[in-house]
């Protein structure tokens, strides 16, 4: 096991500079402006995660996908996106054409979560196509919220439950209005589904 000790020092920053460098010996953070002077921590010994390095990720035991809204993510009128930069969970499902696709039979939780300004009125939805049906959508879960005025205040909206989803059914996502979407933050506007 690695010596997780580890000792700081005052540094002085140079103007104008932005700095940092990890490592298992060193890490330094500091961002300067022209005119001031700024003093940074400095942040010596082990166990210091490098900037550019993710951790091991554990892969699930099960088809999992987990998915963000992200800057990358174009939504369609109706239809919400999902980011692939945004450090997506996709194990043993593929994500096509703003689409989960299952691999693999079984039952799955299916799960969204959308941010939106109120409008008069906005709908929220899960829909799975399926072979079953001809390739069809069929409705699994739906929430709408009606406004007497359009107030433009935040709200949310949660849909999840547990279906029997077979190889080649896709499940997504549609809303009354994606322009109505609040796009802050990735973890705003959520999509996934797990194999219980």
Sequence with gaps: MADDTWSMKLVKAEPGSTAYRGGTDLAVLAVTSSTSETFCLVHTGQGVA?????????????????????HDAVHDGKIMAWSMVADPLLYKMDYTDRHLVIQKEGYYYVYSKVSFLDSELFYHFIHQKTKLYNGKSIILLMSRKYSKKSNYMRS?????????????????????????????????????????
């Design 156 to 196: 949310n909206s949660y849909l999840g439950g547990v279906f029997h989803l077979y190889k080649g059914d896709a499940v997504y996502v549609e809303v009354s209005n994606t322009s109505n979407i609040i796009r802050h933050k990735p973890s705003e506007n959520i999509f996934g589904a797990y194999m219980i």
């Design 50 to 70: 490098s900037a550019t390095k993710r951790p091991h990720r554990v892969h699930p035991s099960k088809p999992a996908a987990h998915l963000t809204d992200g």
